[in-house]
């Protein structure tokens, strides 16, 4: 029988969805959540991996566990990343700072919430490929539903200048752009092609090799942000590329080579799930 969830869980879900809508509202850094209630972002993914683990025999109540461990991960990292990064303005109150309501950076939110997810893992004994190809479905649609409440509250992360008859202004964002001026609505652009890989990741899920996916997840992920990167507004860091297409290279060649290594060892069957 399945039992319910238990409210403990519930209630620290609302909790960090909320404190990710107060930091985002605050303005600050690119953040992991926006005006749109992250509880949706939450809930999404929820619903997905609740889905997947009910196909794979698995407890339907781990959802609950897993997206609470992935978002208490997230704002950790997302705030530590963002503290890392701004160090200079945040050393001189580091506590204060540290409970701030502002300041939540992606890549932060994602390592640290991989973290927490990998940490549920090892504590549910659950160190298991077709678990990665999971959370990697979910991350992308999670990705998708978060942009989407970037573009609504205009919090900048939109692109550069832009003439092109879908450009728009974000004169009322938390940060606005200034009057008269268009730019590249990115955050719509990042929606839709992490919606698709979503789409498509969902639907290989027992179509190829435990692992593929989330291999998939990493090289296609990873090529779209660094991508986008070129018409957005990010500051380059080394040799001409922002933090984030450095970190989306890394991402590359993760799952470039993850893939290699599986192809080279059972050729182009290798992908395939009767080689498992």
Not at 17 to 22: G, I, L, P
Not at 101 to 119: D, F, K, T
Not at 137 to 160: E, K, N
Request: charged share 15%; aromatic share 10%; net charge positive.
């Amino acid at each position: 029988m399945r039992r319910n969830v238990p409210a403990a869980s519930t209630i620290a879900l609302d909790f960090l969805a909320h404190r990710a809508v107060a930091a985002a509202q605050s303005g600050s850094a690119p953040s992991i959540a926006s005006e749109s209630d992250p509880a949706s972002f939450a809930r999404a993914a929820g619903a997905l991996v609740a889905r997947r683990l009910k196909e794979l025999g698995k407890p339907v109540d781990w959802a609950y566990e897993i997206v609470f461990s992935a978002l208490l991960g997230g704002v950790i990292g997302a705030r530590g990343y963002y503290m890392i990064q701004n160090y200079s303005q945040v050393k001189h109150d580091l506590l204060k700072s540290l409970f701030s309501g502002s300041g939540l950076v992606w890549y932060g939110g994602a390592i640290g919430g991989a973290i927490g997810v990998l940490l549920w893992m090892r504590w549910r004994k659950q160190f298991e490929l077709r678990m990665f190809d999971m959370c990697a479905t979910a991350l992308a649609l999670g990705y998708a539903i978060g942009r989407i409440g970037c573009q609504v509250s205009g919090d900048g992360d939109y692109g550069i200048r832009s003439s092109l008859p879908w450009a728009m202004g974000y004169p009322h964002g938390t940060v606005p752009t200034p009057p008269g001026v268009r730019v590249q609505p990115t955050p719509i652009y990042e929606t839709v092609s992490m919606c698709l890989l979503a789409y498509v990741l969902w639907h290989l899920r027992d179509r190829v090799r435990p692992g593929v996916v989330f291999a998939l997840y990493l090289l296609l992920s990873g090529l779209e942000r660094f991508l986008v990167e070129f018409i957005r507004r990010n500051k380059e860091v080394l040799l001409g590329l922002t933090a984030p297409q450095l970190e989306s290279i890394a991402l590359i060649a993760i799952g470039s080579v993850w893939l290699f290594l599986m192809v080279r060892r059972g050729g182009v069957a290798g992908l395939s799930p009767t080689m498992a």
